[in-house]
């Protein structure tokens, strides 16, 4: 697996945070009927307990967009992808349909509250660290423009940064021709129920992407 650790510069800020992972070779495809039948399920349940009003004061997602004013970024401009995602459901807007590997991705995020980022495994170079973008900094979003990542929780790995729990860059981003994943839960609320969560993207990244070569592991 990924050697992948957590900088001291972010925990000073945030003592409690926690990056599950879980690695695997895949099979990237087309989400099947059935896998979107379960997130528009859940996103129906969502639409039920709660309003666009509260999504920000969910306590996962509050105690992420605590740690961003800490970090001096503010958390309304750079939304977690986890509250970008719930908003998308409330609003009617549904979530994008990319791939198998994306939407289980999201579906983890949106029923944990944690955000979740999925990367190409043979894009990355091991060590990985979590740490926090240095001044300047900047990558190519996935579907967007340059980034400001300065200040932002950031993946960095021997290359550069590559991901965050706002938004991923294009370099690690999954596409049809990945064989092999790493997908990371990223918990500014300590290590509750993260273990669970992984077992339940396991279950998942079998069931829809023939999933093998499993290995899980939480860094903190």
Known sequence: ???????????????QITLGCIQANVNVKTSSEDLLKEI?????????????????????????R?????????????????EALIRRILQKKGLYKINNIVEINNLISIKSDFSVGSYNVKNIKSPICLTVG???QKYKGIG?????????????DEI????SPT?????????????EIIMCIYSFSGK????????????LLIKYADASNIYMNIID
Request: glycine share 2%; proline share 3%; with cysteine.
């Open 1 to 15: 697996m990924l050697e992948i650790k957590i900088s001291d510069k972010l925990k000073d800020v945030c003592p």
């Open 40 to 64: 528009e399920k859940y996103s129906e349940k969502l639409s039920e307990i709660i309003s666009l009003e509260e999504v920000s004061s969910l306590e996962r997602i509050n105690d992420a």
């Open 66 to 82: 605590e740690v961003y004013k800490k970090l001096g970024k503010a958390p309304s401009k750079y939304r977690v992808s986890s």
């Open 134 to 136: 240095e001044e300047g």
């Open 144 to 156: 967007k423009d340059l980034i400001n990542i300065e200040n932002l929780p950031v993946l960095c």
């Open 160 to 163: 550069s940064t590559f991901g």
């Open 167 to 179: 938004s991923d860059s294009e370099r690690a981003m999954i596409t049809s021709s990945v064989e």
């Open 192 to 203: 509750d129920e993260v273990q669970n969560y992984l077992d339940e993207a396991k279950d």
